[in-house]
Structure formats: structure tokens, C-alpha cells
């Protein structure tokens, strides 16, 4: 006898199945805070350490394909990037119902797409953006690629902190398949979900993911990251003011989403570097300047001290034009 | 109401783990084709019989003639032969044609050859005539989402009623009451665990225990029909994902 199942029921049974079996384990359900690519993750109680924490689950377990293995993979790629900008990882496991998981750090915060209506100014996009880069570059030290950075993947917390998420596409620099898989429940929406991410599966965001890794191309390295960044500069860019975007800037993310690998910035640091320089006034390597937008720019950086110069040549000039005689 | 099927007889079970029906429907053997497409149909008639009420807002009659006219071109002209699993998920390919087939409706000359209607499978459409009753108005969304919901509705019917003899088989029966209670009936505020134990005459932990491991069985059944269900290890886990992970 097949029974009617409402619409409620459905639902209720859907989360029962997809729910975590938490059984011999020190963690409590609390509530679900995203879904993503591979599996769910959800906000648990550790009931040792009483404090809460992010769980996170994949949809479907299964050791002869190797998903366990892969989830576990991540788990260990990011235990190994310890940085401020990048979640920490605190346990790993199966679970009973035969699923593997890894609890990490619960970040209270915004994701970056949601949290940037709040923070109109140019400058302080930019300083954001570097922290990620700083991430970024931690990573590549560490032959990490992130292979999915778009700004669903940034959190933002209460303190300005600015933590990369989601490392789940994240890949060994010279391993031949994708390893590892998200807190921020960001699926990647191009994901072919499959038990590997061999030569020709497309994993990624379009929009934020380079051509290269669009085509499945296996020898993805670095510079997808780089494209990857320079869309995230570009969504940054989108309604900062001042408006328009400056030149310079706007050559920094031309470089950086540059079509041929070859042709973008050679590392995250580089990149880094010349946005900061943009920040400082200095002159960036993405945009040769002539003469006068150079002496401009000089003008500009030092605008105080020429005021002040101007300032004290003006005093001298009047001072000597009505010196007594 | 029953989930017979004129092609594979009274469907006591389904079919053993690890085995996907579509690969059934291609084998050379009569009797493997036979138990993969009553499988099939088990599973998804239901979904396009309301699929073509809701969506094509046909009446009862025309509905019921279409699904049986449906399925017997799956049976009879071997429509999944033509299933590439690279290219859509099983769902999609079957949503597209029914589709085709009630676009065509105008053509029906074969229907009226086959003498109008004619019962092919004995399918209950009175049940599910009822459940449509059940259905809010808004139901008739988005054409995929409603087939995917039905589908999901049909499979998760037969997963429960799998569960169901598989724990009455291991003297568990309890372990479904109480699967039912929480997450299947509808009605007022959810009984405390203390409450249920009280009334069962059990532990409050007895209560966690035995509903975690009717939700476990049941996830598990719910995966092992839907890797039935599917050609490829990548539609498989596509469709756990849409039909666990995501809320339909």
C-alpha cells in the first residue's frame, strides 16, 4: 500500500534523510545552514567543548566511490592552511549512517555579496580584497588552489575579520585530480558532481571561473585563481565610489581576468601588490603611465606637502612684496 | 490501493541494491526487462499520470489515456533505448516525453487503434486521482519542479513501504510507528519524547534511538531505489542531491 505523503510530510521526511546521524557522537543537531555542491552543513553543538560549530556533511556516502575519501581530503587541506583568512578545521570522521564529516570553526558574519551594500568606499573594498588575496597567496605557498573564490565564498565577520570559505573544489598543485569540496552553503553552480574531478569535468562558477578551467583543462594552476580574483575585483568595482572606476585600477583587473593564463599576473602576491600600490598612490605595474598622468598622480600622492610648500612660497612672496623699504 | 503492474505482476520488492534498472530495460533476458520496467513504471506513473492533469490540464479520462498510452510505448517501442544518461537524467528524458506525446494528442490515431480505453496496466488513477484533491492549487508550477516533486512523492511512497515490511520483518515495528508519528502524520503540536515514551511504555532514549534508526533504514532505502532508478553513478548522485539535499 503505497500511503499519500503531503506536501509537509515530504518535507519533513526530506530532512530526516538528509539530516546528519549524529548518533555516538559528541555533536547536536541545531539547524541546517547551507547546502552545497557535494553535501549540507549545519550548525551542530559540541556537547564536550560546549560551544557550536559547523558541520559539514556529504548528500550521499558511498567508500567504493570515494567521496568519503575526497570530503576527508578537504578536511585535511584545510587543516593544513592554518591563517586567519582561512576557517579552521576541528575534527573529522564517518559518521553512523556511514557519511564522513568534519566539523569547523562556525563564522558569524556575512558573505561578502551580501555584506558589500555596506561598505560604499573604494578603499575599504580594496583592503578587503586584499585580505582575501593574502589568503589566496597562503594557499599557493602551501600548493593549494581554491579553484571556486567568488564572493559567496568570502565571509565577512562582526569585526571586519575576512575568512575564505568553501575549499571544496580546492586542489593539490601537481595532483592530476580534484580533491578536496562549504560553510557558506555556496553550491558551485557549474559542479558535475561525480566522485572525481579528473581531466575534463568543469567544476567552478561561471562568471568567476577562468576559460581555462571552463574547458576542463587538467593543467589548471595558480593563475586560474588570479582570474578568479580579478572577477571578484571586478564585482568589488561594480558600484564603489567613486565612480568611475580609476584607470589604473581597472588595468589591475584587465591583467588579472587576462583570457590567455600567460598574459595575467604571475602570482597572488603580484596581484596584491599592485592593488596595494593603487591604495598608496604608487604607480601600478598593470597600467604604464606617460609623463603627465604620472606627474599627476605625484601631485596627488603629495598633495600635503605641495599645499604646504605652496603654502610657504605664498607667505615668502607676500612677505617679501610688503617688506618695509 | 496497489502498485501492481500488468508488466511485472504483484510488486512484492524491489529489486536488489547496486543495479540500475535502465540497464534492466536493455537486457537481453525477457524476465530481467520485464522487472526493470515494472520497476519503472512503479515508480513513475503516478508522477506523469498528475504530471498530465496539472500540467497539461487534462481531464481525468484523456489523463488516464495518455498514461497508459505513455507507458506502453516505454514497453513497446523502447523508448529508453533511446536514454542517454551523458545528455539528461532519467526524470528529465521521461518528463520530455510526455511532453511530446501530449503535444501530439491531436494524432492520436493509434490511441483511438488501440481501441480508446483500453486498460494496458491496471494503475490505480483513483488514488491518485484522490491525491490530486490533495494538492494545493499552486502545484502546477514550474514543469520540471512538479514532476521532480511527484517523483520524489512516489519514490519516498515506495521507499516508506519498503521500510515498513523490512522492519516489520525484523519485529521493529515500533521503530516505524514512531518514523510516523514525527515525520509522516500530519496534525497539531509534535509529542514531547518523554510523551511518546510514556505512551509506548518505553525509555525517552529508547524513542531518540529507535527514530534515528527508522530515519537511517529509510535514508538508505530512499538511495538504494533511486540508484535503481538511475543509469550512472553521476545521475545518481545528481538526483540524491536534488531529491535529499535540496528542499523540493
Redesign the interface.
Given at each position: 500500500?503505497?500511503?499519500?505523503?503531503?506536501?509537509?510530510?515530504?518535507?519533513?521526511?526530506?530532512e530526516?534523510?538528509?539530516?546528519p546521524?549524529l548518533?555516538d557522537t559528541r555533536y547536536r543537531l541545531i539547524d541546517k545552514l547551507g547546502?552545497g555542491?557535494?553535501?549540507?552543513v549545519f550548525r551542530v553543538e559540541d556537547t564536550t567543548l560546549e560551544r557550536q560549530v559547523a558541520l559539514k556533511v556529504i548528500?550521499?556516502g558511498d567508500p567504493e566511490?570515494g567521496w568519503p575519501t575526497r570530503l576527508l581530503q578537504e578536511a585535511r587541506v584545510i587543516a593544513k592552511l592554518e591563517h586567519p583568512g582561512i576557517v579552521p578545521v576541528h575534527d573529522a570522521g564517518v559518521l553512523?549512517?556511514g557519511r564522513s564529516f568534519y566539523t569547523m570553526k562556525l563564522v558569524q558574519g556575512k558573505r561578502l555579496d551580501e555584506h558589500v551594500a555596506t561598505v560604499p568606499g573604494l578603499s575599504d573594498r580594496l583592503r578587503i580584497f586584499l585580505r582575501i588575496c593574502d589568503a589566496v597567496a597562503f594557499a599557493h605557498a602551501h600548493s593549494v588552489l581554491h579553484r571556486d573564490l567568488k564572493p559567496g565564498n568570502v565571509m565577512v565577520g562582526p569585526f571586519g575579520e575576512v575568512l575564505v570559505m568553501d575549499w571544496g573544489l580546492s586542489k593539490l598543485v601537481g595532483s592530476p585530480s580534484g580533491s578536496a569540496t562549504s560553510q557558506s552553503g555556496e553550491a558551485p553552480a557549474a559542479e558535475?558532481?561525480?566522485?572525481g574531478t579528473a581531466h575534463g569535468s568543469v567544476l567552478g562558477t561561471p562568471g568567476y571561473m577562468a576559460p581555462e578551467q571552463t574547458r576542463g583543462e587538467a593543467s589548471v594552476d595558480e593563475r586560474a585563481d588570479i582570474y578568479s580574483l580579478g572577477a571578484v575585483l571586478q564585482f568589488l568595482l561594480a558600484d564603489a565610489s567613486p565612480r568611475p572606476v580609476p584607470r589604473a585600477l581597472a588595468a589591475i583587473r584587465l591583467r588579472a581576468m587576462a583570457a590567455d593564463p600567460a598574459d595575467r599576473y604571475p602570482s597572488v602576491q603580484e596581484l596584491a601588490d599592485d592593488v596595494a600600490h593603487f591604495l598608496d598612490g604608487l604607480q601600478v605595474n598593470a597600467y604604464p603611465e606617460g609623463p603627465l598622468p604620472r606627474a599627476w598622480r605625484w601631485i596627488a600622492r603629495n598633495r600635503a606637502w605641495i599645499l604646504l610648500l605652496l603654502a610657504y612660497m605664498v607667505t615668502r612672496a607676500l612677505l617679501i612684496f610688503f617688506r618695509p623699504r | 490501493?496497489?502498485?501492481d503492474t500488468s508488466i511485472g505482476g504483484v510488486r512484492h520488492q524491489f529489486p536488489s541494491t547496486h543495479w540500475s534498472q535502465i540497464e534492466g530495460t536493455r537486457s537481453p533476458h525477457a524476465e530481467e526487462r520485464r522487472r526493470a520496467l515494472d520497476s519503472l513504471i512503479s515508480a513513475y506513473w503516478k508522477p506523469v499520470y498528475k504530471y498530465i492533469r496539472l500540467h497539461w490540464k487534462k481531464e481525468n479520462e484523456p489523463a488516464k489515456d495518455l498514461t497508459q498510452e505513455f507507458f506502453a510505448r516505454l514497453v513497446e517501442k523502447g523508448l529508453l533505448d533511446r536514454f542517454d544518461p551523458e545528455r539528461a537524467r532519467l526524470r528529465t528524458y521521461l518528463r520530455v516525453c510526455v511532453d511530446g506525446l501530449v503535444m501530439n494528442e491531436d494524432k492520436a490515431a493509434q490511441r483511438v487503434k488501440r481501441g480508446g480505453h483500453v486498460t494496458l496496466l491496471p494503475l490505480d488513477f483513483e488514488?491518485a486521482e484522490?491525491?490530486l484533491r490533495?494538492?494545493?492549487l499552486a502545484a502546477a508550477g514550474n514543469p520540471e519542479e512538479l514532476f521532480s516533486?511527484e517523483f520524489?512523492?512516489?519514490l519516498?511512497?515506495?521507499a516508506?513501504?519498503r521500510l515498513r515490511r523490512e522492519l516489520e520483518e525484523k519485529g521493529k515495528g515500533l521503530h516505524f510507528e514512531l518514523?510516523e508519528l514525527?515525520?509522516?502524520?500530519?496534525g497539531g503540536k509534535p509529542l514531547t519524547y518523554d510523551e511518546v515514551a510514556r505512551r509506548y511504555r518505553i525509555k525517552p532514549t529508547d524513542v531518540t534511538?529507535y527514530l534515528?534508526y527508522a530515519?537511517?533504514e529509510?535514508?538508505?532505502i530512499?538511495?538504494d531505489e533511486l540508484r535503481a532508478m538511475t543509469a550512472t553513478?553521476?545521475e545518481?548522485?545528481?538526483e540524491?542531491?536534488t531529491?535529499?539535499?535540496?528542499?523540493?
Open positions: 500500500m503505497n500511503r499519500w505523503l503531503s506536501d509537509s510530510a515530504l518535507e519533513r521526511l526530506r530526516a534523510a538528509d539530516s546521524d548518533a547546502q555542491g557535494m553535501g549540507g548528500t550521499v566511490a553512523a549512517d558535475i558532481v561525480g566522485p | 490501493m496497489t502498485d488514488s484522490g491525491e490533495q494538492l494545493p516533486r520524489a512523492r512516489s519516498f511512497g515506495l516508506l513501504e518514523l514525527y515525520d509522516i502524520d500530519e534511538n534515528a530515519r537511517r529509510f535514508r538508505r530512499v538511495l553513478e553521476d545518481f548522485r545528481r540524491a542531491h531529491l535529499l539535499g535540496v528542499k523540493l
